[in-house]
């Protein structure tokens, strides 16, 4: 079993900067892509952005340039920061590790809030 522990959501006014951190309770980098997802009131979680263990990392179109997903694999700790935040961007804040080999080990964190508004 593997825990993941998400912080670093809050209250910012549009176009401010948060920091979100995930951190896995034991070392499973190596082997799981790591993933942000978030979900807006009345809507489908959405994947926002995805990094693989060799750190590369892909976005949906309405974050690119705006949000960084990166890891530290010595920390066990996969990083979303997040700039020129937009009301659109209000959500729960989910933090996602899947094995590359069997998806049966999927893990997800607690969530944290994100509210941007002024």
């Known amino acids: 079993q593997v825990q993941l522990v998400e912080s670093g959501g809050g209250l910012v006014q549009p176009g401010g900067s948060l920091r979100l951190s995930c951190a896995a309770s034991r070392s499973i980098f190596s082997l799981y892509a790591m993933g942000w997802y978030r979900q807006a009131p009345g809507k489908q979680r959405e994947l926002v952005a995805a990094?693989?263990?060799?750190?590369?990392?892909n976005y949906i179109d309405s974050v690119k340039g705006r949000f960084t997903i990166s890891r530290d694999n010595a920390k066990n700790t996969v990083y979303l920061q997040m700039e020129r935040l937009k009301p659109e961007d209000t959500a729960v804040y989910y933090c996602?590790?899947?094995?590359?080999?069997?998806?049966?080990?999927?893990?997800w964190g607690q969530g944290t809030q994100v509210t941007v508004s002024s």
């Open positions: 990094i693989s263990p060799i750190s590369r990392a």
């Open positions: 996602n590790a899947r094995h590359l080999y069997n998806t049966g080990y999927d893990y």
